[in-house]
């Protein structure tokens, strides 16, 4: 089977597919830039909106569907993993935290259900035919993205953007992720160029877009875009010098191993390539795992709550961290997806979740085995990107611009594994499918645009949050005593929508007490605490404002909760020590100046501690 034939599909409604592959393009793309983030938000919206049209597609054929075996074992992990995702979610304590997710994060269950729904689409929608077009949309894809990014680093970008980073940020909002998405569309570019099932035409713009790729990655200097494209390059050039020689194929694979041991020792700071791959942000990332697998050790069953990392970093970070890298500085991530699912999940999370991916990894094997000639290629390319969105997760957040492809990729592994004996086997006849056709024609629309609806209230509900909170930090003037009462009522409008982002009322209860209203601002960050007593950024706020209002027993008793939530903070203890000695208390202030002196005497905190902590 060396060209591209015609392939049974499992789902009647071939107009799912567009709404899949145009869908997930425009989670890639969509920014929005009078919210006050943004990114993730559009991107959360677009892959709700995008999920809710096809669930009517999956629900109006699901008798069909469920017929086939492999569907029924996927539709199986995913599943087990919802249901798992879902029983976190109801147990973490901030709600909105775990279903909508974290600030500029938005990994919460509602992205992880959108997610689950594309990967279950594009498992019965994508077979051997329409699986081209729709690589062919992620070349396109890959190029708009590749040369938006040489634009950026050329200094020429039509969006003005805030940005702290190589100016590689693409549509997805840093260099990490700029590199992690455009690894994945060069490699599907790369398969193409061997697969001569697909016009020339196509096979010389994959060339291009590869080129394009590669010195967008490279000049966004992130590591990890480079290490994807050696990931998803050397796996596809393994299986194809495979199929042609066994000896050869193992040879490559064996080549390949030992330059990636050697790759995983240089970003480690050991051994030769030390100079070429190693960043500091490699080494800032053992310090997230290890106070994820923390808490996951003393979280065990549900963890710490569903996106809710970074309520719990800084208590379980390391005194290292700190000590280099700042005192207040936090993380809301593990970065590392499948410690972010056992740290935040809990147990069943993280199985659920690895039997899923250990399910794709199988069908892929299945495939590449059963598969021939072009056929096998194209299989071989979907999971050669598949890998690189896997080895991403691995280093990096999971990003929806980026997680959208790895879900669908594995959702078109799973439908090309399933070869023409499997698939016949267990598919009804074309009569069967003819005799529902028409009901699922009625009951199709009905479910999709029932879904489609209240996808879009509920997105619109969290637009109004963005806007709103773009308009006040845009109001914002404490020294315009004039703009007072416009920025008050802006700042209580935001605080007031329903499923506003938690630090978007922080920000602007703290705007509402810098511009003349301390006790309205005080009053909001005291119902957040009531609320979400692991609120450190409310919590240090209310110290701040407590200490400027003199009513310092209060200050103290918000700084001593802070030393609960972050015990490394010597920021937090130098001005804990300083109310003490206040309120001549000095017995408290030395014991607080010996604290400091313990683990951070060589720190500015620490001498300042040692010359003013006295009585």
């Avoid at 708009?144 to 702290?164: E, H, T």
């Avoid at 005192?327 to 590392?336: C, M």
């Avoid at 845009?474 to 630090?503: D, G, R, W």
């Amino acid at each position: 089977m060396s060209g591209i034939q015609k392939h049974h599909t499992d789902n009647p409604n071939r107009g799912s597919m567009r709404v899949l592959v145009w869908g997930a393009s425009s989670v890639t793309l969509g920014i929005w830039t009078t919210f006050q983030d943004p990114f993730n938000p559009i991107k959360l919206a677009l892959i709700l909106i995008t999920a809710a049209w096809l669930l009517g597609h999956l629900l109006a054929n699901f008798k069909i569907l469920i017929k086939n075996r492999i569907n029924q074992s996927l539709i199986f992990f995913v599943s087990i993993f919802m249901l798992a995702l879902m029983s976190a979610s109801l147990v973490t304590d901030n709600k909105r935290i775990a279903f909508i997710g974290d600030n500029q994060r938005n990994n919460g269950l509602l992205m992880y259900l959108g997610l689950s729904i594309i990967l279950l689409t594009a498992a019965v929608n994508i077979n051997i035919k329409n699986i081209i077009k729709t690589l062919q949309t992620m070349l396109f894809l890959g190029a708009f993205l590749s040369i938006y990014g040489l634009f950026q680093i050329s200094g020429v970008d039509i969006v003005k953007w805030n940005n702290p980073y190589n100016a590689v940020i693409s549509t997805v909002g840093n260099p990490n992720f700029a590199a992690a998405i455009m690894a994945i569309m060069a490699t599907v570019s790369f398969g193409l160029l061997f697969n001569s099932a697909v016009t020339m035409f196509y096979r010389i713009f994959s060339l291009l877009v590869c080129t394009l790729s590669l010195a967008s990655i490279y000049l966004s200097d992130a590591r990890q875009g480079l290490i994807g494209i050696a990931i998803g390059f050397g796996t596809f050039m393994s299986i194809w010098i495979y199929s042609r020689s066994r000896i050869l194929g193992f040879g490559f694979m064996g080549i390949g191993t030992i330059v990636g041991v050697f790759s995983i020792l240089g970003m480690l700071q050991i051994g030769p390539l030390t100079s070429f791959l190693y960043k500091g942000s490699v080494t800032v990332r053992g310090f997230y795992w290890r106070a994820g697998i923390e808490m996951f050790r003393e979280h065990p069953m549900f963890g710490v709550g569903v996106d809710r990392y970074g309520a719990y970093f800084k208590e379980y970070r390391e005194v290292g961290y700190p000590l280099n890298y700042g005192f207040n500085i936090t993380s809301s991530n593990a970065h590392n997806l499948p410690i972010q699912m056992f740290a935040t999940g809990g147990i069943f999370v993280g199985l659920t979740f690895l039997f899923l991916n250990i399910f794709v990894i199988w069908r892929a094997i299945k495939g590449l085995r059963s598969l021939q000639g072009n056929q096998r290629l194209l299989i071989a390319t979907i999971f050669s990107a598949w890998l690189v969105y896997q080895a991403t997760s691995f280093i990096s957040i999971d990003s929806p611009g980026i997680a959208v492809w790895g879900w669908l990729l594995a959702g078109g592994i799973v439908a090309l594994s399933k070869n023409s004996n499997e698939s016949t086997k267990q598919n009804p006849s074309s009569r069967n499918l003819k005799s529902n056709r028409s009901s699922i024609n009625v009951l199709q629309p009905i479910l999709s645009f029932t879904f489609l609806v209240t996808a879009l209230f509920f997105t619109l509900i969290l637009f109004r949050g963005e806007t709103n909170m773009f308009h006040t930090r845009a109001v914002y003037n404490p020294q315009n005593a004039a703009n007072s009462l416009y920025l008050k009522e802006s700042a209580l409008k935001t605080i007031n929508l329903p499923l506003i982002n938690p630090i978007y009322k922080i920000t602007s209860a703290s705007f509402l007490a810098n511009s003349g209203f301390p006790n309205e601002g005080i009053a909001v960050l005291e119902d957040i605490v009531s609320k979400d007593k692991r609120s450190d950024d409310a919590l240090n706020l209310l110290a701040t404002y407590y200490t400027q209002l003199n009513q310092l027993e209060l200050a103290i008793e918000k700084r001593i909760f802070l030393t609960n939530l972050d015990p490394w903070n010597a920021a937090n203890y130098l001005e804990l020590g300083k109310l003490y000695k206040a309120t001549e208390n000095f017995e408290k202030m030395n014991t607080v100046k010996n604290k400091i002196l313990s683990f951070a005497p060589e720190t500015a905190e620490g001498k300042t501690a040692l010359s003013e902590l006295t009585q």
